[in-house]
């Protein structure tokens, strides 16, 4: 059995041994501890393995160096005009000093929540209702600067901060939703009223194209009308002038064939007497008779001659 001052002192090293392992800290990812050595502002430590000094440092305080989301509740406020309305917001912090952070404030939370409120309702208060409907981003960018100028010297960035809700009052909604209605009413009026007047132009426009089109065919018709009673004409005109000029030109192959035969006078009286038969069948209301009506007498005694006798005489 072993001697009782072994096993004590065996006791006594495993107890200090257990100590000391207990002693030992590993900060994780994304956090940071705050190390206090006799009641006193010692170190931060970061991520990694640290060893505490028993007895004498102790962990103050973890601090999640992540960014948070603090959604408050709605906050009356009252604008320029006199309107009560509720408004709640949306803080997005993140701890940048875990000392200030430890150190600088009691209840973190709690400050920025009233911070909010209190700026809220100053800046709200600079607005009336419309302004305050239709700034949201203005007062959001206002909102932030000034409470992340008012959190550095408590270790905290204050990233955005979101209006979320603005809820005025029953009554005042009520005259809004009124608005609202009197406005798609009218915008509606003016957009049928414009629809209307654009499908009047627009059926004017075609039956203005439409008479024009009109005009343009009938146009285009006698044009084409005229052209072929002109290429009619034409062609009636080259016709006669064809005949003509082939008339002329038969009577000119006669004279000329005519005067190549070398005729005698009885044929050349023979063709007088044709003529002035032709002249005495005609519509003409004076003929004039040639005087030397014996020449003609002579020319009808040899006409019998060149046509003979009569049939009969011929028989016998």
């Given at each position: 059995?072993?001697?009782?001052p072994?096993?004590?002192a065996?006791?006594?090293?495993?107890?200090?041994?257990?100590?000391?392992?207990?002693?030992?800290?590993v900060v994780p990812?994304?956090?940071?501890?705050?190390?206090?050595?006799?009641?006193t502002?010692?170190?931060t430590?970061?991520t990694?393995?640290?060893f505490?000094?028993p007895?004498i440092?102790?962990?103050?305080k973890?601090?999640?160096?992540?960014e948070f989301?603090?959604?408050?509740?709605?906050q009356p406020?009252i604008?320029?005009d006199?309107?009560t309305?509720?408004?709640?917001?949306?803080?997005?912090?993140q701890?940048t000093?875990a000392?200030l952070?430890t150190y600088?404030?009691?209840?973190?939370?709690?400050a920025?929540?009233?911070?909010t409120?209190t700026?809220?309702?100053?800046i709200?208060?600079?607005?009336?209702?419309?302004?305050t409907l239709?700034?949201?981003d203005?007062?959001?960018t206002?909102?932030?600067?000034?409470?992340?100028?008012?959190?550095d010297?408590?270790?905290?960035?204050i990233?955005r901060?979101?209006l979320?809700?603005?809820?005025?009052?029953?009554d005042?909604q009520d005259?809004?939703?009124r608005q609202?209605k009197?406005?798609?009413?009218r915008?509606?009026?003016?957009l049928k009223?414009d629809?209307?007047?654009?499908?009047?132009?627009?059926?004017?426009?075609?039956?203005?194209?439409?008479?024009?089109?009109r005009?343009?065919?009938v146009?285009?018709?006698?044009?084409l009308?005229?052209?072929?009673?002109?290429?009619?004409k034409?062609?009636?005109?080259?016709?006669?002038?064809?005949a003509?000029r082939?008339v002329?030109?038969a009577?000119?192959?006669?004279?000329?064939?005519?005067?190549?035969?070398?005729?005698?006078e009885?044929?050349i009286?023979i063709k007088?007497l044709?003529?002035?038969?032709k002249?005495?069948?005609?519509?003409?209301?004076k003929i004039?008779?040639p005087?030397?009506?014996q020449?003609?007498?002579?020319?009808a005694s040899s006409?019998?001659?060149?046509?003979?006798d009569?049939?009969?005489q011929?028989e016998?």
């Open positions: 059995m072993l001697p009782l072994f096993i004590i065996l006791s006594v090293i495993i107890i200090l041994l257990i100590l000391l392992v207990s002693r030992i800290k990812q994304s956090q940071v501890y705050v190390i206090e050595r006799v009641g502002y010692h170190a430590w970061e990694g393995l640290h505490l000094v007895f440092d102790r962990i103050a973890k601090v999640s160096l992540k989301v603090v959604d408050f509740k709605p406020v604008t320029k006199n309107v309305m509720q408004i709640d917001s949306v803080v997005f912090y701890v000093d000392k952070f600088g404030v009691n209840n973190p939370m709690a920025i929540e009233n911070l409120a700026t809220l309702r100053n709200i208060g600079e607005l009336d209702l419309d302004e239709t700034s949201r203005t007062v959001n206002k909102i932030t600067a000034i409470l992340d100028e008012a959190t010297k408590w270790g905290i960035k990233n901060v979101e979320k809700n603005i809820l005025p009052p029953r005042i005259s809004m939703e609202m009197a406005e798609r009413e915008r509606e009026s003016l009223a629809g209307e007047k654009k499908s009047q132009i627009l059926v004017a426009e075609g039956e203005k194209q439409s008479q024009i089109l005009a343009e065919a146009k285009e018709a006698t044009i009308q005229a052209d072929a009673i002109r290429e009619k034409i062609r009636e005109a080259e016709g006669e002038a064809q003509i082939m002329q030109e009577y000119a192959d006669s004279l000329r064939l005519l005067t190549q035969a070398n005729p005698s009885q044929v009286a007088g044709e003529a002035f038969q002249a005495a069948d005609g519509k003409a209301t004039i008779i005087s030397n009506i020449g003609l007498a002579s020319l006409l019998k001659e060149l046509v003979g009569d049939p009969q011929k016998e």
